[in-house]
């Protein structure tokens, strides 16, 4: 019961990573804000941390959206009164190359997953501030590592906005040390929520996963809750500015 007293807000916690990391830190006591672009799923997220016994309030926000996130902040302080932690978990990848990225992949690629949580940082680390204290997690990937060319080609803007979070993880990790906020990141390898349209029933997918993962298989959403709720919780009370992979072995090649 690592969160027992503590507010957890979740971007993209309708789906994937972000929906199993609200059932696992709301199992350990946890109270959760499940945030998402689309309401309803985050409204289901948020109706099964109740039905496991855990407490969740859900609120859309597009985390592109300033006055979204303000609203968001209102909310997650007039529900539980206070947040203690921060995830960001939402993100969007389109397949696209050099040659066929066009200026609206561009734009919801890095304003989703750079400028998003740029601005959930902005809201919402004077909130955890007041709060005495805590723990952020960003979401980046080991394409902020190495090359992942799934397809035909690589992603450059995707792999650009995650090295991007990368770098804010650490940089930002100088400035909210002093207010006792730690904040890292995870790298996951590749995880079957069928995130960006990915298939992880297909030969392919399969394919891919056994031939770069050590473990030769994909993640599960909820194995990447584990290393969240670790780096949320003060097991991890010295670290800061790190990335951990969570890759099931992938940038050990
Ligand atoms: N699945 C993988 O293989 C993998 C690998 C490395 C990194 N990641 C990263 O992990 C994070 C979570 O991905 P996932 O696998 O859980 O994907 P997912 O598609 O299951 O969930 C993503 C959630 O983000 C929400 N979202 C999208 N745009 C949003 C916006 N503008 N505002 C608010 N919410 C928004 C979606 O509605 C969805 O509920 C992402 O940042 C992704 O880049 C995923």
Not at 9 to 34: D, N, P, S
Not at 193 to 198: A, C, D, E, I, K
């Amino acid at each position: 019961m690592r969160f027992t007293d503590t507010v957890t807000v979740i971007t993209g916690a309708g789906a994937g990573m972000g929906r199993a990391t609200a059932l696992r830190l709301a199992a350990e006591g946890g109270k959760i804000m499940c945030l998402d672009l689309s309401a309803e799923s985050a409204a289901e997220t948020a109706e099964l941390v109740r039905a496991a016994g855990g407490a969740a309030e859900s609120f859309r926000c597009d985390v592109r959206d300033r006055a979204a996130i303000e609203a968001a902040r209102d909310y997650a302080i007039k529900s539980f009164g206070a947040v203690h932690n921060l995830v960001n978990s939402a993100g969007a990848l389109t397949m696209q190359g050099l040659a066929d990225t066009d200026d609206a992949g561009w734009n919801l690629v890095m304003d989703v997953n750079v400028k998003g949580v740029f601005l959930m940082l902005q809201a919402f680390v004077p909130e955890i501030e007041r709060a005495g204290g805590g723990s952020i997690v960003n979401i980046t990937s080991i394409e902020a590592e190495v090359v992942v060319a799934s397809g035909e080609n690589t992603q450059p803007h995707y792999a650009c906005s995650k090295g991007a979070v990368k770098t804010m993880t650490r940089t930002l990790a100088h400035d909210l040390g002093r207010k006792n906020i730690r904040i890292n990141a995870i790298a996951p390898g590749l995880i079957a929520t069928g995130f960006g349209g990915s298939n992880p029933g297909s030969e392919r997918y399969q394919q891919y996963v056994h031939e770069h993962s050590a473990l030769r298989r994909a993640g599960q959403a909820d194995e990447i809750a584990g290393a969240i709720a670790f780096l949320l919780s003060k097991d991890a009370s010295y670290v800061t500015g790190a990335q951990l992979p969570v890759d099931g072995g992938w940038l050990i090649y």
